[in-house]
């Protein structure tokens, strides 16, 4: 048995120690925010927290993440800078199919837990692993300056 923190829960899996982080999260565990997209961490869709770090959970073993502390998208609302995404996301209707916005407000919650005022480098380079099909790239910038101005 593994024991997980997920989204500051303790919790249990039966899973083989080499089993992708996403699929334990998902079949397991039954929390399906976090997107399977390409299963080689080239996209960024199913980005979650590692000890607040953003890591793609299809090629993070589930023994690997075992002893860190484990924050999904169905968490990081409950962190200053995930709540501000998450309100800029909407406030800036960035969405269009909606598919990668997991991973996308994952990865800039990290970014803004890390820099309160990025400069659009910074912004392009924490996102950059992020894929967006729908193209919805300057809604997202966009977003990311709006948190950034209202995290409290």
């Known amino acids: 048995m593994?024991?997980?923190n997920v989204n500051g829960?303790?919790?249990?899996?039966?899973?083989?120690?080499?089993?992708?982080l996403l699929w334990?999260?998902?079949d397991h565990l039954y929390m399906t925010g976090t997107k399977y997209g390409c299963g080689m961490a080239l996209?960024?869709?199913?980005?979650?927290?590692?000890?607040?770090e953003p890591a793609r959970s299809c090629s993070t073993t589930v023994g690997a993440a075992a002893?860190?502390?484990?924050?999904?998208?169905?968490?990081?609302?409950?962190?200053?800078?995930g709540k501000a995404v998450?309100?800029?996301?909407?406030?800036?209707?960035?969405p269009q199919c909606g598919y990668c916005q997991s991973g996308q407000i994952m990865s800039a919650a990290a970014l803004l837990a890390k820099v309160k005022r990025p400069t659009?480098?910074?912004?392009?380079?924490?996102m950059s692993g992020n894929v967006c099909r729908c193209g919805t790239y300057n809604r997202i910038r966009a977003a990311i300056r709006a948190a950034a101005r209202n995290v409290k």
Do not use: F, S, Y
Request: glycine share 6%; charged share 25%.
């Open 43 to 52: 996209c960024g869709a199913c980005t979650v927290h590692l000890n607040g």
């Open 24 to 26: 334990v999260l998902r």
């Open 2 to 4: 593994i024991t997980l």
């Open 86 to 94: 998450q309100e800029a996301w909407i406030a800036n209707d960035v």
């Open 120 to 126: 659009d480098a910074e912004v392009e380079a924490a």
């Open 67 to 81: 002893k860190r502390q484990i924050t999904t998208i169905e968490g990081i609302g409950a962190t200053k800078e």
């Open 9 to 20: 829960k303790r919790m249990q899996t039966d899973a083989d120690p080499d089993t992708p």
